[in-house]
């Protein structure tokens, strides 16, 4: 770290680690942080390392308490780090450092030193984007670049690379490199894998017809698919998919929708994507899981889920 800060910041550096620092502060620190006192031409400030990955939130906490106790400047050192946790530095004023990457000292006058790519914000995971993440769990991406992804998925390798930024930008820990070229790798723990991907993910349902008519789609969805996975007995009606590119020539929307008194004869889910690799014309089980939302709540489908789950997926 002292290195990149004299290339950085183009002056003399004193970097040592100091253990009188820890005095006055919660036993924890001694655990989950490395102290440092730092001088840059005359200019006297501390530094915290985390020595394994910890929260933003913990370490705005922690910073605030240690800066408070030793009555100097607070710079947090980072080996990695998010670009939405940057952002929340960057925005609340938080001094930091990203090695070999980028230096934010605004009490020196220092403002992102760095030559970062700039990636666009990203509030809401995109479909496209969680499906190339679930189907890299069904299949066990190792390595796999845009170019084999946007092959498998036949979808060009700009829309593909701009998924790899949603990814990079949300801090997503999928990303590899094979070569010079970024690459996906995902847990071979498939349930590993899922618990960290599922907090991203969103529902891809966008919108629910109830029908009067049965129109009888070839794809499954919702909880007539999970039925097709485990034992669970589906309702008196099935619950087809549609996908929102083949909706508008369905004509679905203009069909009579079933009312309070009327029988329903289907229904249909307008899903942002479809995935059936596992079976064919069956939405696939992670996302049958983030479909049924509504039906969670009943026991027999929280044990169908994790029948479905265990079979198929795990």
């Not at 680690?17 to 031409?41: A, C, H, Q, W």
């Not at 020595?51 to 080996?79: A, D, P, W, Y």
């Not at 670009?83 to 925005?91: L, R, T």
């Not at 970024?182 to 966008?206: G, M, Q, S, Y």
Request: aromatic share 10%; net charge negative.
């Amino acid at each position: 770290m002292k290195d990149y800060l004299e290339k950085a910041l183009h002056m003399n550096v004193t970097l040592d680690e100091d253990e009188s620092l820890y005095k006055g502060l919660p036993l924890f620190y001694k655990g989950m942080y490395i102290l440092y006192r730092v001088n840059t031409n005359g200019a006297e400030w501390i530094a915290m390392q985390p020595k394994n990955s910890v929260g933003l939130s913990q370490i705005r906490k922690h910073r605030s308490l240690l800066e408070k106790t030793v009555q100097l400047n607070c710079v947090v050192f980072l080996e990695q780090t998010t670009y939405y946790s940057k952002e929340k530095m960057v925005e609340e004023g938080i001094p930091f450092v990203l090695e070999n990457r980028d230096v934010y000292l605004p009490f020196l006058g220092v403002l992102l030193s760095g030559n970062d790519r700039q990636l666009k914000p990203v509030h809401d995971i995109s479909f496209l984007t969680q499906k190339m993440l679930i189907l890299g769990i069904i299949e066990g991406y190792e390595k796999a670049t845009v170019t084999y992804i946007a092959s498998r998925l036949g979808i060009s390798k700009m829309a593909i690379s701009k998924c790899f930024d949603e990814i990079e930008y949300l801090g997503i820990d999928v990303l590899d490199s094979k070569g010079r070229y970024r690459a996906i790798t995902v847990n071979p723990d498939k349930k590993a894998a899922w618990r960290a991907i599922e907090p991203f993910c969103r529902n891809p349902v966008i919108r629910k017809f109830n029908l009067v008519e049965n129109v009888k789609l070839s794809k499954m969805a919702g909880i007539s698919a999970l039925c097709e996975y485990s034992m669970l007995s589906d309702n008196a009606y099935p619950t087809y998919a549609i996908t929102k590119e083949d909706i508008n020539k369905s004509g679905i929307r203009t069909m009579k929708q079933a009312g309070r008194n009327d029988e329903i004869g289907c229904v249909v889910l307008e899903l942002g994507y479809y995935i059936d690799s596992v079976k064919k014309n069956i939405q696939d089980p992670l996302s049958v899981c983030l479909s049924l939302d509504d039906e969670k709540n009943d026991e027999r489908v929280e044990l169908s889920i994790e029948e479905m789950l265990e079979e198929y997926v795990w």
